[in-house]
């Protein structure tokens, strides 16, 4: 499919799946990060025509990150009539939290804690709204190494693009005519105060990633199988204990 006929499919697709819900929602939920899968993502969504709320939620955000999001906000609700636009800042949540439990003070715990905040209040906004919340994850990240937060960015209803690779998600933005800020931002998490980029955490580049996923011959297959071992716990069905008739 070319990126316009993509862009079509998926726009339709969100749209099919809200219409054929039992109890059909009345809008889409969808945190906007300043990075070029939410930009994208929310795009989508508001090109259904459904009511699309979409939240910048900061937590100690690095500015730059934080003004792509109010940016990407602005452009949406100017060229949409159907999306409304917050931002909730969740700092005071945040330290709140961290101060609670600085008894169990770890890093990366705190980082991913970040992320589930979110999630809580993406569903406490669609609860309010008769919504759904809209993930954002790429294929790469959802379904091949597991570059996520489990319960976090992970917490969704419905993943638009998750088919997408992260080269095609770059093709639909460009399409779609997301801010050229946006489609040349290193992407990142925006979990860490380092403003550390995903390419820098996962030691490489999408493109090498996308090559590892299907060709068998990549040289970075041995090192992408061994993060994605260790990333299977997010993507594979939790495991149920069976109890023998």
């Known amino acids: 499919m070319s990126p316009s006929e993509k862009i079509k499919y998926?726009?339709?697709?969100?749209?099919?799946?809200?219409?054929?819900?039992?109890?059909?929602?009345?809008s889409l939920v969808i945190g906007i990060s300043g990075g070029i899968d939410s930009s994208v993502s929310s795009t989508l969504?508001?090109?259904?025509?459904?009511?699309?709320?979409?939240?910048?939620?900061?937590?100690?955000?690095?500015?730059?990150?934080?003004?792509?999001?109010?940016?990407?906000?602005?452009?949406?609700?100017?060229?949409?009539?159907n999306v409304e636009a917050h931002t909730i800042s969740l700092d005071k949540l945040f330290e709140t939290f961290s101060s609670t439990l600085n008894k169990f003070d770890n890093e990366h715990g705190f980082a991913n804690s970040r992320a589930r905040l979110r999630m809580a209040t993406l569903y406490q906004v669609?609860?309010?709204?008769?919504?759904?919340?809209?993930?954002?994850?790429?294929?790469?990240?959802?379904?091949?190494?597991?570059?996520?937060?489990?319960?976090?960015?992970?917490?969704?209803?419905?993943?638009?693009?998750?088919?997408?690779?992260?080269?095609e998600v770059w093709e639909l933005g460009k399409e779609l005519g997301i801010l050229n800020e946006i489609i040349d931002a290193p992407p990142t998490d925006g979990l860490w105060n380092?403003?550390?980029?995903?390419?820098?955490?996962?030691?490489?580049?999408?493109?090498?990633?996308?090559?590892?996923?299907?060709?068998?011959?990549?040289?970075?297959?041995?090192?992408?199988?061994k993060i994605r071992r260790q990333n299977l716990h997010k993507m594979e069905p939790i495991p149920v204990c069976k109890i023998p008739n």
């Open 10 to 26: 998926i726009s339709n697709w969100i749209k099919s799946y809200v219409d054929q819900m039992p109890n059909k929602a009345r």
């Open 45 to 81: 969504s508001a090109m259904t025509g459904i009511r699309t709320i979409v939240l910048t939620m900061p937590i100690k955000q690095i500015e730059n990150q934080h003004s792509l999001s109010l940016k990407h906000q602005k452009w949406l609700v100017e060229k949409f009539k």
């Open 126 to 167: 669609a609860s309010a709204n008769n919504g759904i919340v809209v993930g954002t994850g790429n294929k790469v990240e959802d379904f091949g190494v597991g570059f996520y937060t489990k319960y976090g960015d992970g917490g969704v209803d419905i993943s638009p693009i998750a088919d997408c690779n992260k080269s």
């Open 194 to 225: 380092d403003g550390r980029t995903d390419e820098g955490q996962l030691g490489f580049k999408y493109n090498e990633l996308e090559d590892a996923m299907i060709n068998p011959n990549s040289p970075h297959k041995a090192e992408y199988e």
